[in-house]
């Protein structure tokens, strides 16, 4: 099964569930016994927060959360180090890093006034907002997570949306990023979209070729040729995505680097050709998104 990352279809926040069978037939929590759900790969797309570390602490809307591994499964104290390698540790970090949501699961907790009385219930969407490393209470390192609370939304999509999102089935041309209405509009970014440009580039920068390692893997960021946002309304589809470090997608998307129709990377306050962006054979990026980026920051140079 595909990791689902948001709402299951049908499990509402505050669905409770009498024991971790019926949470994973439910598909809201799928292991019968681990507390994170989810790979270095992936991501993490849910944790249950039951009180099973006495180092977590649950403030309700910010949760911090201990990380998988060294506990005596008798005392349920720590035994020894935590590895942020851990399959679960490395899932939260890879969700904090793409921005994930993670559904979170509370279980009873008698130290806790958020958590139920009795069983499980599902809390809602939570956002991996920053991890790190400590000692802990019982005198080993362990990886802590802090998570917070995003707004409940009915609306939000269960099941991610095929790679063509955008594409008008209608007329077979790309529309604009899709829109969840809430109180006020938000564009909705295509993670998959996203992950697979990444992919193809083992996120590698296409404009300096530079990949930026973190202690829980590479990262890199997905750049929208023509934005997404109003008034610009570009698709989220792989052709208009590009795989970039944190440094030049600023750049990028600030006008200070931009493509000529031949793909060369031009700085724009000199008007000289820096490169030529990397390009996977996979990957098709459209010139209507490229010169639509251009024309925002040129007066129609640079065409190749």
């Known amino acids: ?42 991501g993490a797309d849910s944790i249950v927060v039951s009180g099973g570390y006495v180092d977590d602490k649950d403030y309700g809307e910010t949760i ?3 990380g998988h591994g060294g506990r005596d499964p008798d005392t349920g104290r ?19 890093l793409e921005g994930l949501p993670v559904r979170v699961v509370r279980g009873r907790n008698s130290d806790s006034p958020y958590a139920p009385a009795s069983g499980l219930r599902y809390d809602g969407l939570y956002r991996v907002e920053s991890h790190g490393a400590k000692v802990g209470i019982d005198g ?18 269960a099941t991610p949306p ?44 296409q404009i300096c070729g530079l990949a930026v390692e973190v202690a829980g893997g590479r990262y890199s960021e997905g750049a929208h040729i023509q934005a997404i946002g109003s008034p610009h309304r570009g698709p989220d589809i792989v052709e208009n995505v590009l795989c970039l470090c944190p440094n030049d997608h600023v750049r990028f998307d600030n006008g200070a680097i931009y ?13 000289q050709v820096k ?11 459209n010139p209507q998104y490229v010169a639509n980026h251009r024309a ?7 065409r190749g």
């Open 1 to 42: 099964m595909a990791r689902i990352f948001g709402h299951i279809e049908g499990q509402r926040v505050g669905s409770a569930y009498g024991n971790r069978r019926a949470l994973h037939d439910a598909g809201v929590h799928a292991p019968l016994q681990a507390g994170i759900s989810g790979t270095g790969k992936d």
């Open 64 to 66: 911090v959360y201990t």
């Open 78 to 96: 720590q035994v020894r180090d935590q590895e942020l390698s851990d399959p679960g540790n490395a899932g939260l970090v890879r969700s904090e």
């Open 140 to 157: 080993f390192r362990i990886w802590q997570f802090t998570l917070v609370k995003l707004p409940d939304e009915a609306s939000t999509t």
């Open 162 to 205: 095929p790679l063509q999102s955008t594409i008008d089935m209608v007329t077979n041309t790309p529309g604009p990023a899709p829109v969840i209405e809430t109180v006020v509009q938000r564009i909705v970014r295509n993670s998959k979209v996203v992950q697979q440009v990444k992919a193809w580039y083992d996120h590698e920068c």
């Open 259 to 271: 493509l000529s129709d031949d793909l060369k990377v031009i700085e724009a306050r000199t008007g």
């Open 275 to 285: 490169g030529t962006l990397i390009v996977n054979r996979s990957h098709r990026i």
């Open 296 to 302: 925002r920051w040129t007066t129609g140079t640079a």
